[in-house]
């Protein structure tokens, strides 16, 4: 995981800012939730996370959130208050402070299919 957000920053991908939020997030999910970093959802959720990082640093957050009618499935599972508690500890670590609610809704997304692979 760590090469590849090396990769895209090397590659002018994502930001200085964006490569730190994200490997922050990449220690927080696997200190607390022991998640395996090296398959293709962790490191699609993580490629996500980093350039939403600096789409909402551009202040060019994404118009379209999730469809409501996975964002009520989530909300209604017994797992989203640990999912909300993770997605604003990732958010801080990566120093977001207002997050869109478009961005905020793949983030949480993201966060509930790592959380369901795991459990």
């Not at 927080?28 to 909402?56: G, K, P, S, Y």
């Not at 994404?62 to 999912?83: C, Y």
């Not at 478009?102 to 959380?115: A, W």
Request: proline share 3%.
């Amino acid at each position: 995981m760590h090469e590849r957000m090396t990769l895209l920053l090397n590659s002018g991908v994502i930001s200085p800012n964006a490569h730190l939020g994200a490997m922050t997030a990449i220690k927080t999910l696997n200190d607390e939730w022991a998640l395996c970093t090296d398959n293709e959802q962790f490191q699609m959720a993580m490629t996500h996370l980093a350039r939403a990082i600096d789409r909402i640093s551009d202040n060019e957050a994404i118009k379209d959130g999730l469809d409501p009618t996975v964002m009520d499935e989530i909300i209604s599972d017994a797992a989203f208050p640990e999912i909300i508690e993770m997605n604003e500890k990732i958010c801080r670590g990566a120093g977001l402070v207002e997050v869109p609610v478009t961005e905020d809704s793949f983030f949480i997304c993201n966060l509930f299919s790592l959380y369901l692979a795991s459990h």
